[in-house]
T-cell receptor, first 108, second 115 residues
Framework: GQNIDQPTEMTATEGAIVQINCTYQTSGFNGLFWYQQHAGEAPTFLSYNVLDGLEEKGRFSSFLSRSKGYSYLLLKELQMKDSASYLCAVRDDYKLSFGAGTTVTVRA | ETGVTQSPTHLIKTRGQQVTLRCSSQSGHNTVSWYQQALGQGPQFIFQYYREEENGRGNFPPRFSGLQFPNYSSELNVNALELDDSALYLC??????????????FGEGSRLTVL
């Protein structure tokens, strides 16, 4: 089975940094994804990690430790538009298994 | 814009009825997956189609069925609707059964309400 855990909610101030943690226990592993989902909209791809280490993409970075079953998404220089749900997902052979999502609220 | 389009965007049905949701995948993508997202939850995998054949299924009963057409568009059919079927249904396409990263490109979803 698949078990993917992430915090339910986080709040941060505009311009700050927020780190969203994700732990997983899955029957197969073929990569970890982070998606952003604004209310009422489709999830959009943010990052992909398949090897241990840090992947940086502008203001967003994602880290993976396969031995610990752990990942985090780092959002830097927060902007109001970053207020959204952030979904951690693990890929096995053919599907993504998602966590419940972390709602990030950015305050002025 | 992901190039994945779904219809209808919103619909209301009553318990026991049947519903068909439609999806046009991004050009060049031959794999389509369907996910159910209940309010406040992450998407749950329903099934995947590759070259018109179902090649993976999640923990959903047989009253959830699908089709993929030669142009790679897809349908999700749900029979004997139950109140718990109320959710956002997301279609996602990807190139060549996952491509190099397995990234999925999601449509905007169909919001189904069952009364």
């Amino acid at each position: 089975g698949q078990n993917i855990d992430q915090p339910t909610e986080m709040t941060a101030t505009e311009g700050a940094i927020v780190q969203i943690n994700c732990t997983y226990q899955t029957s197969g592993f073929n990569g970890l994804f982070w998606y952003q989902q604004h209310a009422g909209e489709a999830p959009t791809f943010l990052s992909y990690n398949v090897l241990d280490g840090l992947e940086e993409k502008g203001r967003f970075s994602s880290f993976l430790s396969r031995s610990k079953g752990y990942s985090y998404l780092l959002l830097k220089e927060l902007q109001m538009k970053d207020s959204a749900s952030y979904l951690c997902a693990v890929r096995d052979d053919y599907k993504l298994s998602f966590g419940a999502g972390t709602t990030v609220t950015v305050r002025a | 814009e992901t190039g994945v389009t779904q219809s209808p965007t919103h619909l209301i049905k009553t318990r026991g009825q049947q519903v068909t949701l439609r999806c046009s995948s991004q050009s060049g993508h031959n794999t389509v997956s369907w996910y159910q997202q209940a309010l406040g939850q992450g998407p749950q995998f329903i099934f995947q189609y590759y070259r018109e054949e179902e090649n993976g299924r999640g923990n959903f009963p047989p009253r959830f069925s699908g089709l993929q057409f030669p142009n790679y568009s897809s349908e999700l059919n749900v029979n004997a609707l139950e109140l718990d079927d109320s959710a956002l249904y997301l279609c996602a396409s990807s190139p060549v059964a996952g491509g190099t990263t397995g990234e999925l490109f999601f449509g905007e979803g169909s919001r189904l309400t069952v009364l």
